[in-house]
């Protein structure tokens, strides 16, 4: 039997163009997942893993799609081999019942590898200029009279909730503050 594995990384992505490729190459059971190739723990791989069969072959339409990192793809193609389950992947061309498709295995997965890490790279980069020129990534900083006002109000009874409305803040910025007792607004609560 011939099992296919389809994934995408987020909702917004569509898993169509990849079933339809493998359901050309003769795939006749195809497992999915919609997440991250950085997880092990993908429901769709498990299943298929615990699914498949000696003399069954996994096929996939791009080695990126079963997974992200060396380490990950040979222990998913080693856990195959062990069992006697083939593996392909239409978009390499490859095919690890061959000597010289298991060699070329290995190289993809080294490029796909260092492909991610370049991403990663440049990404750090990236970063690092736009924290230079003072553009911070992530959430803006929240203002401390904010927190102070949120503090003042919680001090004269109110709740939680309450403060960190009145305050223009989440309740969670509020919790997290109130877990670090050094910060300058806890003596606030404390007066």
Not at 22 to 40: C, N, P, Q, Y
Not at 95 to 106: E, R, Y
Not at 109 to 131: C, H, K, Q
Not at 141 to 163: F, P, W
């Amino acid at each position: 039997m011939i099992l296919g594995y389809a994934r995408v990384s987020t909702t917004k992505q569509e898993l169509e163009s990849q079933v339809k490729r493998l359901e050309s190459a003769g795939v006749t059971k195809i497992f999915t997942d919609v997440m991250s190739g950085k997880r092990f723990d993908r429901p769709g791989l498990a299943e298929m893993m615990a699914f498949a069969r000696e003399g069954d072959t996994l096929c996939v339409v791009r080695l990126d799609r079963l997974g992200r990192s060396i380490r990950e793809l040979l222990e998913i193609v080693d856990h195959f081999k062990a069992r006697k389950v083939d593996f392909r992947s239409l978009e390499e061309q490859l095919d690890t019942t061959t000597a010289a498709g298991s060699l070329i295995f290995h190289v993809f997965a080294a490029l796909t590898d260092f492909e991610r890490r370049l991403i990663a790279e440049r990404t750090r980069d990236g970063l690092a200029v736009a924290m230079a020129k003072g553009n911070m990534p992530g959430r803006p900083r929240i203002e401390d009279a904010k927190v102070e006002q949120a503090m003042r109000l919680l001090s004269e009874g109110h709740t939680k909730a309450a403060a960190a409305r009145a305050a223009g803040i989440s309740r969670s910025t509020l919790l997290r503050r109130l877990e670090q007792p050094n910060h300058p607004s806890i003596a606030l609560l404390q007066a």
